[in-house]
Structures are given as structure tokens and as C-alpha cells.
């Protein structure tokens, strides 16, 4: 097996910042590394196993991030909690691991927001599984924030959270529903996300008695929502720290490798500028 060969695999899979990213953390590290873009549908994935185990390892996008998981030989913690795998390591056999935990959890640290209090979170999908889990570990009230047809979907979720979590304090709503004051909104839609960018998952008199804003959308680098927030003084940020932070912990991963924080906030900047140019 070589040594250096990664990849991220999904599909469809053309518009992927991962190459540009991962390319330049191995450069940080001072690692050589080839960082290739796989496209996987999911009935081929199982003949693409064998292919997949030359690698030393890669990341996993939708709609693969579940699928997987059959083919690995052991899921850390995280991923057996969340049931959702984003990186895999084949040192010695297939690990599977989901890092979008720690991009998120870097993404607040570094951009000044502590993961506390009261929690509104928006959306009740992958990503948002993800923050929903991170909140309540944390000790936070978490309220799931959704659509009248996620209904069933919203309700599912807040019912595995306190199944998996004892004392987990969970409860749900609608969107339009959404009142009081609250530490922190989390959005784990796509409203917001370009081309819709004059979009916003919730209105302005909602978002002005949040405290701190976590948008997961990265395109565009800023979004409407972050821009409202950041007007009302409300700390923003943006979902390019959270790509780039689970990136990082991939790369801990797959070789222990460790970067400077200043060396990720040039990253992250400079991530932004190619995802305008690219796309």
C-alpha cells in the first residue's frame, strides 16, 4: 500500500474544496502527500473497496458517509455515536472516524464562542446531528429549530439524543416559532448558501436576541445571516473555520500532525479566496 496516496470520495463531487485544502495542510506539516477527488456513487462503492485500500486514507462526502461504515473494520467512538463517518484511516485496517465534531468545536473556540447556555439549532439533518450531539455533551438546552415537513425527522432526532444522552435537555419547534433569548444559534441548513445568498433561515427579529451566531454555510464566505448578526454585535462566524478545522483533525489522524492556529486562520482566508475563483 503507498504510503502517501489520499482522497476524498462522493458524488456528485466536482464543486469540492478538500484538494486545495488538504494539499496545503501537508505542505504546512512539511508532509508529501497526493490528494486526489474520487467519484464514488453509492452502488459502486462496494467494488471500489479494494481501490480505496491503496490509499492511505480519505475522506468521505455525502451520500457515502453512512454507507461505508458496513466496510470498515472498526468506527472510533464519535462516529459509532453518531453513526456517520467522514474520514477513514487504513493503518493497519480500516478505521472509520467523523471529524466534523472537531471542526465544529475549533470553529467556535477560535472564533471566540463558548458552546454553553441556551441553544437554538436550525435544521434537523447530517450537519445539524452533528451540533444537536456537540450541544448537549456540552451541557447545553438545546432547541431543535426545523420546518413543518421535517417534522418527523426533527422529532426522530430529538428522541435519539435523549436515548443516547441521559439528561439530554432537548426540545423542538418550528422555525417560525422561534423566540427568546438564546447563547447561541447554530444553522445547519443550506439557506444562505450560494446562489440563494439574499436568504436567511430565520428573521431578523429572531437572530437580534442571539447572543452568538454559527452559520455552517461557507459559500459565501459570509453570509447574510452572519452579516445580520455581526450589524446586530452579535459574534458571527462563518462555516469556512468549521471546513477547515475538520480538515486538520483528518490530518491528526493519518499522521499526528499539528499546525499553528495563525497558520489556519491564513487557510481559511486564503480558502475563501480560491472558492470565489473556482466556483
Not at 416559532?177 to 444553522?187: F, K, M, T
Not at 450589524?231 to 480538515?247: H, P, T
Not at 499546525?259 to 473556482?278: G, M, N, T, W
Request: proline share 5%; with cysteine; net charge negative.
Amino acid at each position: 500500500m503507498s504510503e502517501r496516496r489520499f482522497a476524498v470520495i462522493g458524488h456528485p463531487i466536482g464543486h469540492t474544496m478538500s484538494p486545495f485544502i488538504h494539499k496545503r495542510l501537508f505542505e504546512l506539516a512539511g508532509i508529501e502527500g497526493d490528494y486526489t477527488v474520487i467519484d464514488v456513487p453509492p452502488e459502486k462503492l462496494p467494488e471500489m473497496i479494494k481501490e480505496l485500500d491503496t490509499l492511505r486514507g480519505y475522506n468521505i462526502t455525502i451520500p457515502n458517509k453512512q454507507r461505508i461504515i458496513p466496510f470498515l473494520d472498526r468506527l472510533h467512538e464519535r462516529a459509532q455515536l453518531y453513526g456517520s463517518v467522514n474520514t477513514v484511516s487504513n493503518h493497519n485496517g480500516r478505521t472509520g472516524y467523523t471529524t466534523d465534531p472537531d471542526g465544529f468545536l475549533k470553529a467556535l473556540e477560535h472564533g471566540g464562542i463558548p458552546l454553553s447556555g441556551n441553544v437554538v439549532l436550525l435544521g434537523c439533518g447530517g450537519a445539524a446531528r452533528t451540533f444537536a450531539f456537540e450541544a448537549v455533551l456540552a451541557g447545553c438546552s438545546v432547541t431543535i429549530a426545523a420546518r413543518a415537513e421535517s417534522r418527523v425527522r426533527q422529532e426522530a432526532l430529538a428522541k435519539e439524543i435523549k436515548e443516547k444522552l441521559k439528561d439530554a435537555q432537548v426540545s423542538c419547534c418550528l422555525l417560525s416559532e422561534i423566540s427568546g433569548d438564546y447563547d447561541l444559534l447554530v444553522n445547519g441548513t443550506p439557506v444562505g448558501m450560494y446562489p440563494h445568498t439574499d436568504e436567511m433561515p430565520i428573521t431578523e427579529k429572531a437572530l437580534s436576541k442571539c447572543a452568538c451566531v454559527f452559520d455552517a454555510v461557507y459559500n459565501p464566505l459570509r453570509t447574510r445571516l452572519v452579516e445580520c448578526a455581526a450589524a446586530n454585535g452579535s459574534i458571527a462566524v462563518g462555516g469556512m473555520s468549521m471546513l477547515v478545522w475538520q480538515a486538520v483533525a483528518a490530518h491528526s489522524i493519518w499522521d499526528g500532525s499539528e499546525y499553528d492556529p495563525e497558520d489556519i486562520k491564513q487557510l481559511e482566508e486564503d480558502s475563501a479566496k480560491e472558492q470565489s475563483r473556482l466556483f
